[in-house]
């Protein structure tokens, strides 16, 4: 297998710059998932890597190989799109089949510039056997794609990667033309199957749900800026800046601005509450801020609890809200709430007995508090233990 390298690449349509000199390196048999809104630029990304699309400067490589020259077909590299790209003439077997079918490979591996053969029916009949074996369609060997609903075809998509035994899988938002419960099972069954294959991935989507669950690391991406890689809990608990506090996590974080008082121990100032923040906090927010008047607090809805059921009890952290919407999930229950002019969302326990209408006590977890530049937008304490 490969690592997959992309340093300083920039790559430009006109004037316009869609990747701004982005740098990463994917490991071997690691899957990375690139996360970030519609037009980003994280499908521009992958099809540099694919050789779909030209880098305009900066170096792409796969393996020990520079690709930045080489067609997609000698990238050694497979493509799973959004819309499965299935031939409709075709059965499954032949789908699967086509690709290797056409392909050549070396006499002998072992040996540099070998004369190159086709594989024999046999190995073409073994290798989509075995795939299908894998993505558990032997039964679906005869049926053309009219005749699959939308999970088997997407098998089947896969099917067409696996034969071809690639150093690299490309993955396109493959899951987002299926339903809700679709969706979930085949992220399940997605991750056992690279992990089981053991091929490096890139995997493409705008579902930060998805790119928590699937990626060994997730690239976050906006306007063209890799805005921060690492573990999917790396992001989620300490994320770089405003943007990507608000884009991972469902619901979103809150988001309060406010100032800071180092008076009579630091506070935390908004409209609608003084909240008491730990010194080391404060001073780490002193030493960057480009104003102390102009911050944003950021909290995620699970950090904000009922205080009958909140396990610290922090009273500088106590608030009163209104609610104004009760949402019950069954496992959770979601409030939206109102606190002065504030509006925020917290996610408490099921048993809390406020209503729509109901003034509630709520404690912040203030070790879980995030303060933001309101300029800048970057984390404040991005560097605090958490």
């Keep these: 297998m490969a690592r997959v390298i992309m340093k300083n690449v920039v790559k430009k349509f006109g004037d316009n710059i869609v990747l701004d000199n982005i740098n990463i390196d994917i490991g071997d048999k690691e899957l990375v998932v690139f996360v970030g809104p519609s037009g980003c630029g994280k499908s521009t990304a992958m099809r540099c890597v694919a050789g779909l699309e030209e880098v305009t400067s900066g170096k792409v490589w796969i393996g020990e190989r520079v690709v930045n020259t080489i067609p997609p077909k000698d990238r050694d590299i497979a493509m799973v799109f959004q819309n499965y790209a299935l031939y409709p003439h075709m059965d499954v077997f032949d789908n699967i089949a086509f690709g290797i079918r056409a392909r050549k490979i070396p006499v002998d591996k072992n040996i540099p510039d070998s004369k190159l053969r086709k594989y024999s029916k046999k190995e073409v009949r073994e290798k989509v056997m075995e795939a299908t074996r894998i993505l558990q369609i032997e039964n679906l060997h005869k049926r053309k794609p009219t005749e699959l609903s939308g999970g088997q075809m997407q098998r089947v998509a896969m099917g067409r990667a696996i034969v071809r035994e690639p150093q690299v899988f490309l993955m396109d938002e493959p899951l987002s033309n299926l ?108 030493d960057q801020a480009s104003s102390m008047d102009d911050l944003i607090l950021g909290i995620r809805p699970e950090d904000i609890e009922d205080k009958d059921f909140a396990l610290k009890q922090h009273e500088e952290a106590t608030i009163q809200a209104e609610v104004l919407v009760r949402e019950n999930y069954g496992s959770d229950i979601f409030l939206n709430l109102q606190a002065s002019e504030t509006l925020f969302n917290a996610r408490v326990n099921t048993g809390t007995k406020a209503r729509v209408g109901d003034t509630v006590d709520l404690i912040l977890d203030i070790d879980r508090i995030h303060i933001f530049d309101g300029k800048t937008e970057n984390n404040l304490t991005i560097k605090l233990p958490q």
Excluded: C
């Design 179 to 286: 339903d809700a419960k679709l969706r979930t099972h085949m992220r399940t069954e997605l991750k056992r199957l690279q992990i089981d294959l053991g091929v490096t991935t890139i995997y493409v989507t705008h579902d930060q749900a998805e790119a928590m669950t699937l990626g060994d690391r997730i690239a976050v991406m906006y306007d063209g800026v890799f805005q921060q890689i690492g573990a999917p809990e790396e992001v989620y608990d300490n994320p770089v800046n405003k943007f990507v506090a608000g884009f991972i996590g469902s619901p979103p974080m809150n988001f309060i601005p406010g100032h800071l008082d180092l008076k009579d121990g630091p506070s935390f100032i908004t409209e609608a509450f003084n909240l008491g923040i730990p010194e080391t906090m404060a001073k780490s927010v002193k």
